[in-house]
């Protein structure tokens, strides 16, 4: 039973404009989510993350939206870049995270230009 | 440079062979995770541990072991007895606090092929 979830395989924006990546998560007891970019063959990179008290945290380009109530999240990258086009992962933990991250499956982004 | 160094980058095995991934942090982080990647499907959790010479399995920890000798190495072993051992594995580490949240960093990953 998967307990994040990234609906969407992949995603095309176009150069400039906002790239939106959506995560469902189905554990009421997740209290941190934390979005992580990945190349292939290489490890994941941290961008942002959000606790479960705040709906809204912005680090530059990036700003990830948390509803607690639709247990969804949404990270908003403003605007896109060729560098962005890579996987992102949406990851989420109980406690703070001591005991380890779930991940969902990723989405593919891919910046047109 | 502070970081997460994993060796090898590639690493080929014989089916029904033993083999050791290596890991190593000079974070000074006291949390160190293991989580295994496939093709198309999230990281999933192998084993963590939150001190030295203690640690946890995690989701899917059958056919793997590890060790905490030190603070900075958390290798770990590929066992025989894991059924479908090829994938991209990954080390993380995390600093542990209260009320502070896990932003896990992780190493660049080692690809096992089991022929």
């Known amino acids: 039973d998967q307990q994040v979830k990234q609906n969407s395989p992949s995603l095309s924006v176009q150069e400039g404009r906002i790239s939106i990546l959506n995560c469902d998560y189905t554990n009421s007891m997740f209290d941190y989510f934390l979005w992580y970019k990945k190349y292939p063959a290489e490890g994941p990179t941290f961008l942002i993350s959000i606790s479960s008290i705040k709906d809204k945290n912005e680090d530059g380009r990036f700003t990830v939206f948390l509803n607690k109530s639709a247990k969804h999240l949404s990270l908003h990258i403003v605007p896109s870049q060729p560098g962005d086009s890579a996987v992102y992962f949406c990851a989420a933990s109980v406690g703070g995270g001591a005991d380890g991250l779930t991940f969902g499956k990723g989405t593919h982004l891919i910046i047109q230009p | 440079d502070g970081g997460i160094t994993q060796s090898p980058k590639y690493l080929f095995r014989k089916e029904g062979q033993n083999v050791t991934l290596s890991c190593e942090q000079n974070?000074?982080?006291?949390?160190m995770y293991w989580y295994r990647q496939d093709p198309g499907q999230g990281l999933r959790l192998i084993y963590y541990s939150q001190i030295v010479n203690d640690f946890q399995k995690g989701d899917i920890a059958e056919g793997y072991s590890v060790s905490r000798e030190k603070k900075e190495s958390f290798p770990l072993t590929v066992t025989s007895a894991q059924k479908n051992p090829t994938a991209f594995y990954l080390c993380a580490s995390g600093r542990l606090g209260q009320g502070r949240g896990n932003e896990q960093f992780f190493g660049p990953g080692t690809r096992l092929t089991v022929l």
């Open positions: 974070l000074n982080h006291d949390a």
